[in-house]
């Protein structure tokens, strides 16, 4: 358990310093340790549902409101956010469900028992666009895995968010974790929109969808297969190469970021199938996940400089610069590299 203070992931927002002298805590606060599950959620308590940035509380006390069977805990990096989740839940009379201020990361990592949660709803998770912030991000490897490792056998993860990137990225990230297995037929079954039980409403659900901007959503279930590359691979090849990405998680028109043993790595689709790059142009290391892809080649986002994406190639110096390219495997709908 980390003995250090639990921030929000912008790392401003001290849980001590500024949301207690505004006096805008909710009862259970996760500051140099975490809260014990068990003086959260009652010991009667049945389904469990977690909901992680749940904001200002909008679906939280929906979902509570509509299921009083079910037990709902809302995760809140932001205090006075999860104060706000608090009340909205106390005004509704909704004895059916908790806030816990903490940062939904280590909130799995230390509080979550294993096998527990039927359902964990994730909606419009800040995307940190800037390379520099994205290890902020909610979604990563370890996340998923935890994620994987609280849900009880079947259960359910919903994610849902407006960002096309950063949605290939959250794809990406859950195609790759051993336990999850994205479940159309549940999408299907939920469609855009079931309130106060899937994707909404919540506040950002209803600001973005008065500004049409795009809906995506997605269904993991907790399963017990073993890997692709157990199943799929023989141990040799399994040390060569590496799962990366699932193929459906990678955009059309534009990179994917993909983190391969610690390299910055970045997918792109082309005419003769996926290419793969490092994700640092050799001018100046810039993100060329954040450049625009134009032609089969990708453009970086600082000087300008092209690069073929199935060569890597660089055409605005023919003959120098290359950026480093990696052999790429797809196998149904994993992508697999080869960093040797
Ligand atoms: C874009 S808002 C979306 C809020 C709400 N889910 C909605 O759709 O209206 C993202 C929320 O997630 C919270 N958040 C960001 N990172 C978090 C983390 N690591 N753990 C818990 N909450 C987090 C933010 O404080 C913010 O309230
Ligand atoms: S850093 Fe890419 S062109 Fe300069």
Not at 136 to 151: G, K, P, S, Y
Request: hydrophobic letters at 35%; one cysteine or more; glycine letters at 8%.
């Amino acid at each position: 358990m980390p003995a250090h203070e639990r921030m929000h992931p912008s790392g401003r927002l001290r849980f001590r310093a500024s949301a207690r002298a505004r006096g805008s805590l909710p009862r259970h606060v996760a500051d140099r340790s975490a809260v014990p599950w068990d003086s959260i959620v009652p010991a009667h308590a049945g389904q469990i549902e977690i909901e992680v940035g749940c904001g200002k509380g909008t679906f939280l006390a929906e979902a509570a409101r509509q299921q009083p069977e079910v037990f709902f805990v809302g995760i809140e990096a932001s205090p006075s956010y999860a104060a706000q989740s608090e009340h909205r839940l106390t005004d509704r009379g909704c004895t059916n469900a908790a806030v816990v201020a903490d940062d939904g990361r280590l909130f799995f990592a230390d509080t979550v028992p294993p096998g527990s949660v039927a359902k964990v709803h994730i909606y419009h998770p800040d995307p940190w666009p800037k390379r520099r912030h994205r290890k902020r991000r909610l979604f990563d490897r370890q996340f998923a895995r935890l994620v994987a490792t609280a849900l009880a056998p079947g259960g359910k993860l919903l994610v849902a968010t407006d960002n096309t990137r950063y949605f290939g990225e959250i794809l990406a990230t859950l195609g790759s974790a051993e336990r999850l297995r994205r479940s159309r037929e549940t999408e299907l079954h939920y469609g855009d929109e079931v309130a106060g039980v899937a994707f909404g409403p919540t506040n950002f659900s209803q600001k973005y969808r008065a500004e049409e901007r795009p809906r995506h959503r997605a269904v993991y279930a907790r399963t017990e297969r073993a890997s692709i590359r157990e199943t799929s691979m023989t141990q040799a090849e399994n040390s060569a190469w590496t799962r990366v990405a699932a193929l459906d998680g990678v955009p059309t028109d534009e990179g994917l970021p993909v983190e391969c043993e610690g390299k910055e790595l970045v997918l792109f689709r082309t005419d003769d199938g996926i290419a793969c790059l490092e994700d640092s142009c050799p001018h100046r290391g810039a993100a060329l996940s954040e450049g625009k892809v134009r032609d089969g080649e990708i453009i970086c986002p600082w000087h300008g400089w092209r690069f073929v994406l199935d060569s890597g190639e660089c055409s605005t110096l023919p003959g120098s610069m290359p950026a480093k390219t990696f052999t790429v495997r797809v196998e149904s709908n994993e992508i697999f590299v080869k960093l040797g």
